[in-house]
């Protein structure tokens, strides 16, 4: 699943951005039920690992000079919640780039 999304701010002032607030996204889940690993490969580019109930979810977050690349990769066990999910990404990715 991919979800891009504009921007208009410095390729530094969003990785700045995801730097800081990237680990908010497990306070999406009850205290406790998920973890986060992130790793950057470069300066544009982020890989991350969300640990939830058991399900470990990948993806990465590319930074271009215009927009974000939100790419998330759902085990087939949580691919009926595609559709939730990707308006979660697009909805809490907006608000972690403002």
Not at 54 to 80: A, D, K
Request: hydrophobic content about 40%; glycine content about 8%; charged content about 30%.
């Amino acid at each position: 699943m991919q979800v891009t999304l504009p921007h208009n701010h410095a390729q530094a002032e969003i990785r700045r951005r995801l730097d800081e607030r990237s680990d908010e996204i497990v306070e999406y889940f009850p205290p406790g039920m998920a973890s986060m690993e992130r790793n950057w490969i470069g300066e544009d580019r982020m890989d991350f690992t969300v640990a939830v109930v058991g399900q470990r979810i990948g993806g990465s977050v590319e930074i271009g000079e215009e927009c974000v690349t939100i790419t998330v990769e759902l085990p087939m066990m949580l691919s009926f919640l595609r559709g939730t999910i990707e308006q979660s990404v697009k909805k809490e990715g907006t608000r972690l780039l403002r």
